[in-house]
């Protein structure tokens, strides 16, 4: 079973939607995680961390469910501009860190 | 921008040729890894560093080598490049200081093996 798992889409959705991606992992000891953008041709980046109580930062929310073990994250007012891969990212002790393999968004004008 | 540079950023080269790619960071950032990534498998670890002179071997490590010998420079070497090595090779740094620090990412290094 792989560590970390999520819906490859690809999500096409209109300028102002709103768009929730979920992922979920394998290990109960994951301790970290975070979201990750990636550009086209382009290296990932930090979009956020995602803290056990939910965390907002403008149009980005995150939230983790440890029971459930599964993190989401929800886009409001889409952008052209948010279009993009994202990848869902697990971190445990000793700094090992656990990729999805990404889900697309396109953002349609 | 964490500093991480990669070099080179692009590499064509023949089956066979040994090859190496290195990281260099400026963060004074504790552990490096190197990441490939391939369409339908997203990135995948090959070896990462927790410190000079310490590394360790990551999901896809075979036919790779590494070495670390200052905190900045993490080397990656492809002693007998194949072309199943062509893909897009990814540093990435973190600080492990405690729970919750993420990676960040180099720019990447475009290998072709013909």
């Known amino acids: 079973r792989k560590e970390v798992e999520q819906d490859p889409g690809p999500f096409n959705v209109p300028e102002g939607a709103t768009v929730a991606f979920n992922c979920t992992y394998s290990n109960s000891a994951s301790q970290s995680f975070f979201w990750y953008r990636q550009d086209c041709r382009k290296e990932p980046k930090l979009l956020m961390s995602?803290?056990?109580s939910g965390n907002e930062d403008g149009r980005f929310t995150a939230q983790l469910n440890r029971a459930s073990q599964y993190i989401s994250l929800l886009i409001r007012d889409s952008k052209l501009s948010d279009s993009a891969t994202y990848l869902c990212v697990v971190a445990r002790t000793g700094n090992q860190f656990y990729f999805g393999t990404g889900t697309s968004l396109t953002v349609i004008p | 921008d964490a500093g991480i540079t990669q070099s080179p950023r692009h590499k064509v080269t023949e089956t066979g040729t040994p090859v190496t790619l290195r990281c260099h960071q400026t963060?004074?950032?504790?552990?490096m890894y190197w990441y490939r990534q391939d369409p339908g498998h997203g990135l995948r670890l090959i070896h990462y560093?927790?410190?000079?002179?310490?590394?360790d071997k990551g999901e896809v490590s075979d036919g790779y080598s590494v070495s670390r010998s200052k905190t900045e420079d993490f080397l990656l070497t492809l002693e007998s490049a194949t072309s199943s090595q062509t893909s897009v090779y990814f540093c990435?740094?973190?600080?492990?200081?405690?729970?919750?620090?993420?990676?960040?990412f180099g720019d990447g290094t475009r290998l072709s093996i013909l």
């Open positions: 560093s927790y410190g000079v002179k310490d590394t």
């Open positions: 995602v803290y056990s």
């Open positions: 963060e004074n950032h504790r552990y």
């Open positions: 990435a740094i973190s600080d492990g200081t405690g729970p919750n620090q993420p990676q960040h």
